[in-house]
T-cell receptor
Framework: AQRVTQPEKLLSVFKGAPVELKCNYS??????LFWYVQYSRQRLQLLLR??SRESIKGFTADLNKGETSFHLKKPFAQEEDSAMYYC?????????????FGQGTILTVHP | EAQVTQNPRYLITVTGKKLTVTCSQN?????MSWYRQDPGLGLRQIYY???????DKGDVPEGYKVSRKEKRNFPLILESPSPNQTSLYFC?????????????FGNGTRLTVT
């Protein structure tokens, strides 16, 4: 069975400090991994997907298959980064479409 | 405007009274899914549908039913709601759930079962 773990429920940093939101997964196949974000009073939206290796709003995430991790990082946090962040895994094979989300991490960036 | 629409936004009901939460999308998406969001548990997938007449169980399907008779609609049915189904529910859709087609989420339905 697939599983996604975000060990930190709450994460607080000061503006300008580096931030790392942890995500570990358990899955026997090749995972498709995503980060979704929910800003206050907004809908959940996609932030990053591992395949594209892109940087969005200064965030990056690298898939580490050896450590089964997909941590989200930003070198200099901004107040507008305060939000709930979810790591998600899409199963493959016959279970393609079965999405598993982590428990979520609430990031607060203080001025 | 391209969007996923859920109704109602808020619903208070009593144990055992059947209810339906509707979800509609206007983007011609094949994939649709339902989630519940609970404090400390995050988002958990209830059911998903890869296309019309194709539905599969997510991680927490017990107590829920869905149907996908047409592409745009994916209603969530609680035949006999119980208090442990009190939660915030989200519907989402995607083109083909690939990397090039992210999930689009609805605004959520807050359900309270007394």
């Amino acid at each position: 069975a697939q599983r996604v773990t975000q060990p930190e429920k709450l994460l607080s940093v000061f503006k300008g400090a580096p931030v790392e939101l942890k995500c570990n997964y358990s899955y026997s196949g090749s995972p498709e991994l995503f980060w979704y974000v929910q800003y206050s009073r907004q809908r959940l939206q996609l932030l990053l997907r591992h395949i594209s290796r892109e940087s969005i709003k200064g965030f990056t995430a690298d898939l580490n298959k050896g450590e089964t991790s997909f941590h989200l990082k930003k070198p200099f946090a901004q107040e507008e980064d305060s939000a709930m962040y979810y790591c998600a895994l899409n199963a493959g094979g016959t279970s393609y479409g079965k999405l598993t989300f982590g428990q979520g991490t609430i990031l607060t960036v203080h001025p | 405007e391209a969007q996923v629409t859920q109704n109602p936004r808020y619903l208070i009901t009593v144990t055992g009274k059947k209810l339906t939460v509707t979800c509609s999308q206007n983007m011609n998406h094949e994939y649709m899914s339902w989630y519940r969001q609970d404090p400390g548990l995050g988002l958990r997938q209830i059911y998903y549908s890869m296309n019309v007449e194709v539905t599969d169980k997510g991680d927490v399907p017990e107590g829920y039913k869905v149907s996908r008779k047409e592409k745009r609609n994916f209603p969530l049915i609680l035949e006999s709601p119980s208090p442990n189904q009190t939660s915030l529910y989200f519907c989402a859709s995607s083109g083909v759930l690939s990397y090039n087609s992210p999930l689009h989420f609805g605004n959520g339905t807050r359900l309270t079962v007394t």
